[in-house]
Every structure is written in C-alpha cells, then in structure tokens.
C-alpha cells in the first residue's frame, strides 16, 4: 500500500513537473529571440515594425516554410495591415515588406541593401554575379543576358523554341492516354530542354537526361536547411550539383575547341560561344569555372519558375472557359492570315498575340510565387517611420501587392481583360513578378516567349484535365500542387 502510495505521488509529482516546464518554455522561450535582439539594439528597437521573432534559431522558419501564405494572414490578421513586419527567418532576424513602395525602395536602393538569399541558395546557386560589386554587375550582366533580352535577340530562338513545345505536347498526351501523367514533371522537363539548347545549343538527349534528373535534388535545396548529412537535400544538392558541373564543363570545353577551329558560325552563336569570348576591361576572359557557374546560375534560374507558371497557365485557362476561347480565337486569325508555305511562329505574330499576353500577365500575377526577394541592409535604414537595423535581412512579399484590392479590382478573380488598360498596372508598378532595380530578371522575355509558343499550341489542339483540383499546394522551392498536378492532357 505504502509502495503504491509513493509511486502515485512520483506519477504525479513528474506530470506536474512536466507542465511547469512546458509552460515555462513555451511562455518564455517563445520570447528570448524577441528579448535578444531587443537588448542588442537598446533604445532603437522601439523603431521596429511589430511582428514576432519567434524560437531562437529557427525563429519563425518552419511556419513560413510550411504555408507562407497562412504565416503572412496570421501576422497581417495579429498585427494589422502596417505593410512591415518583424520577424526570423532562415536563421537571420528579417523585416518582411507587404507594403508597395517599401518594397520598390529596398529593392532599388544597391547602396543600402545587398543581395542576401539563405546560405543553401547563395551556396548552391554559386555565381560571380552574386560577388561582383554593383558597378562591374551592371556591365557584367548586361553583356552575359544579351542573348536573351528583348525579342527580337530571341527570334533567332523561337523555331527551337516551338520545336521542343509541340513534342512536348504531344508527348504529354499519348503519355495521357494510359494514365495520367504529373504534368509539373512534364513541364519541367520542357523548359530544362529550352534552357539547354538556348545556353548550351545541346541536343544531346543523355545530356539532357542527366542534367534533369541531377536537378530534382539541387531543386529540394534552395531553401533547405544547411545541413550537409548524407541524406538531407543540402547535402545532395552540393553532391549533385559538382556532377552538373563536371557535365557542363565538357560541354564548355567541347565549344571552346569548336570555336577555336571557326566551327561555329557568328549569327549561330549560343549564350556559351558569348561567355566564351567575353574579355573584362582589361582584355582578360573569363574562367571556365566563372563559366559554369553562369550556366549552372541561368538553369537553375530559367526552369523552375518557367515550368511552374507554364502549368498554372494550363490550370487556369481550363477553369476559365470564356478566356480559353477568347485566347484560341485570337491565335486561329494569327495562322490563318499566315502565307500557307510558314511553317513556324515567327516574332511579328509572337507580338500580335495581344490577348495572349493579357492571360501570360494574369497567370503571373496570380501564381502564388512565395520566392522571398532577400536582401540585407548594410546599415540602419528608416522606412515609412520602421527602421531596419543594420545586418538584418529584408524579405518583399510579392504576393502582398499582386493579390491587393487596393491595386487590382477582385484580386481573386482570374480576369485578363483587367490588362486592357495595361498602363494602369505597369506604370502602377504594382505589377513586379520579375522583380525590379538592378536585379530584375533578365529572363522575363524569354519566360513570356516560352509561356506564348506554349499557349499558342495548347488553346488550339489540346485539353486539360486535373485529376485532383483541390490537392494541396507545397510552396518551397515554388507553388506546385503535392501530386505535381496530376491530369490528362489530350487531343481535340
Ligand atoms: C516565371 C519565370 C520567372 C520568374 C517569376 C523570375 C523571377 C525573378 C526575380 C523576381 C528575380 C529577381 C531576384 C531578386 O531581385 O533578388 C530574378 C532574377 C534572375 N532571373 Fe528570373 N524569373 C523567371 C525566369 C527566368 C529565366 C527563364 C531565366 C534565365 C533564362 C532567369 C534568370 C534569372 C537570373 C540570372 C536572375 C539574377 C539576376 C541578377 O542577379 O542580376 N529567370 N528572376
């Protein structure tokens, strides 16, 4: 008896103990973070946009990571519609900006801020265009994104272009006819092949193979935890990634002697002929690793979010019987007015796709890109009467001013006609999803081409149709329903 009484009262004693730590932890440890960065900056962190800090380290990452979207309605819906607020990501304290022209100022403002992505990203990605100062990135950059600036540099591209988009299709529907077939893989596989024959003119389809296969981990990576353990995705992005480079660098050394021996003609030039013969002020080349990494930088930069907004054009476009109608009208004048002996696309039609172009700019708009535009300031800055400390990360939330009512009427309608007074938006500037300032993305052209050859074939010949529309969506590295949007693409 006297046995069973003591063993209760330890029972009891270790349950209680037990949710005296948990309440202590969780009321207090929850607010250490905040307490730390309060103490480092004394008087100033009064100057702070409200927001929470989250657990130390971890900060607030695993709830972004996890549905960006529900993490910014629980700040916004806690501390108000302020456009700023603070918190810990990645690691690093960060002020998120929601608020329009905050956003513009930082990410205009080179003086202040610094490209500042999460150690896996900047590792991973690895590109002298991230080390070089602002002024040498300017000119550096002008003349490595020359290829693929402005359509007419990319009209030397668009027959290849609709080449790879029409088997593409085509392969998606036989592929179709047995099962449904995970059209995000498709589409992926679709814009890897452009990148590769734009970049590197490969048609090598091993090539092709391997680099893709060797991608989906580098992908899973770019916002991962820096773990470098067998197993985690850092870990085998890095692994992957020198694999990519060793396969890109016969590629680079293959052109080199082709160049040497005049084997490749001016007006045939691809991006890797260009860096190839590209001299800095002082007549110098560059290196071959500078070279790689350039190329590795535009693959995974060019196909990933190309892929994403190409398969949210075909699920929007299907929900949306009137615009899909409206969009294969238009493209059946634009062939039909074609002499019968053209046998591709050719630029002057790309640019008559006016309607087309509305649908590209509204998938955009809506896509959901949760990509955070990071930087970090590089001392204290003011903004809107908040201030950002020196050291911290800024992170522009994109999605803030594209889904605003304040901008767009309706936001959560699928409308491209909103895009008939196509000023109102783009000189509103409201409008950024390639960014802006110095780091805008030099792939928008090519991006907005792919997505109108892609849709030019798909409105005309094919349907689509989503086994799961209500899936869920995973966010990191960008928004993809979890079955990778699994459907039938067929024939009409
Ligand atoms: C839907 C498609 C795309 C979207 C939404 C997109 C978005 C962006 C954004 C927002 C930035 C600016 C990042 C920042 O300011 O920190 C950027 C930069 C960049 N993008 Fe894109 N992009 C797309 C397609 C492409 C393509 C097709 C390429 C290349 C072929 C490309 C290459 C790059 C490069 C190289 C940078 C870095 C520029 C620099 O640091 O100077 N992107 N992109």
Known sequence: MGMEMELGSWVWMSCATLLACYFVVNTFG????????????????????????????????????????????????????????????????????????????????????????????????????????????????????????????????????????????????????????????????????????????????????????????????????????????????????????????????DRKMMLENGEILSEKKDLVDVLLELEDVNGRKLKSEDIIDLLILFLIAGHLSTATVIMWAMVYLTNNPLVIKKAKEEQEEIVKSRPPSQQYLSIEEIKQMVYLTKVTNEVLRMSDFAIPLSREATTDVNINGYMIPKGWRTVVWQNACHMSSKYFKNPEEFAPSRWDDNNKYTNGTAFFPFGVGTRMCPGRDLTKMEMLIFLHHFVRNYKFEQMNPKCPVSYFPLPVPNDNCLAKVSKI
Request: charged share 25%; proline share 4%; with cysteine.
């Open 30 to 253: 929850r607010r250490v973070n905040e307490w730390y960065y309060d103490f480092k900056l004394g008087h100033n962190h009064r100057l702070l946009p409200p927001g929470d800090m989250g657990w130390p380290l971890i900060g607030k990452t695993w709830h972004y990571f996890n549905n960006p979207h529900l993490f910014m309605d629980n700040l916004i819906s806690k501390y108000g519609e302020i456009g700023m607020y603070k918190t810990h990501l990645f690691m690093k304290p960060t002020i998120i900006l929601c608020n329009l022209e905050a956003s513009r100022k930082v990410l205009t403002d080179d003086k202040n801020f610094r490209l500042a992505y999460p150690e896996t990203a900047i590792t991973v990605v690895k590109t002298i265009l991230y080390e070089v100062s602002s002024e040498d990135h300017k000119r550096f950059r002008r003349l490595v994104t020359s290829p693929i600036m402005g359509y007419n540099a990319l009209a030397m591209f668009v027959e290849r272009i609709e080449d790879i988009v029409v088997n593409s299709l085509q392969r998606m529907a036989s592929n179709s006819m047995e099962k449904p077939i995970e059209v995000f893989k498709e589409t992926k596989s679709l814009t890897m092949r452009v990148i590769l024959q734009i970049f590197m003119g490969s048609h090598n389809q091993k090539i092709i193979d391997q680099v893709e296969n060797l991608f989906g981990d580098i992908n899973d990576a770019l916002f991962s935890w820096p773990i470098k353990l067998p197993g985690f995705s850092y870990y085998n992005a890095l692994k992957n990634r020198k694999m990519v480079e060793k396969i890109v660098n016969s590629v680079v050394e």
